[in-house]
């Protein structure tokens, strides 16, 4: 469904539910067509510091690792904002009567995908594989 539809979707009951994160879900006021938000955890949508490898290596040491050092500042202070953000988000629709689910199966999740997207992953990522094996040994 066009992202457009949603509100109207949810409202009509043409659709049971819709993903998106927290914020678009609050801006989009979503929650006021939508009794539940699952707190899946399933997503992260990082932000980015990116810079072409010539210029990079161009710059002088000094200012290389400044910039590094920088970008993981920023980086840290960016999450931190994004928590602090999301639970008043969740706090907000609480407020307007969604019921918060945070107590989730989200193994059931993953089994009734079974290893579709897993398969895919591998299929069209390079170092598919490498990637999910280094996942499975963090969890």
């Known amino acids: 469904m066009p992202f457009a ?7 009509t009951r043409t659709i049971d539910a819709q993903e998106h994160p927290i914020n ?10 939508q009794k539940y938000l699952s707190l899946t955890h399933h997503a992260y949508s990082p932000l ?3 810079i072409n490898k010539a ?23 960016q999450r931190k904002l994004v928590a602090e953000d999301q639970q008043k988000i969740i706090d ?6 969604v019921e918060v689910i945070t107590d989730l199966d989200r193994k059931a999740f993953s089994d009734a995908l079974g290893t579709q997207v897993r ?11 490498d990637l999910l094996k280094a996942v499975d040994e963090v969890q």
């Open 55 to 77: 210029k990079f290596d161009g710059l002088s040491p000094e200012f290389q690792q400044a910039l590094i050092s920088s970008a993981q500042e920023a980086g840290n202070y």
């Open 48 to 50: 980015l510091v990116v």
């Open 5 to 11: 539809e949603v509100y109207t979707g949810l409202e």
């Open 92 to 97: 907000g629709m609480k407020e307007a009567g």
């Open 119 to 129: 398969d895919m992953f591998v299929k069209d990522v390079p170092q598919g594989a």
């Open 24 to 33: 678009v879900v609050w801006s989009a006021k979503f929650f006021e067509v």
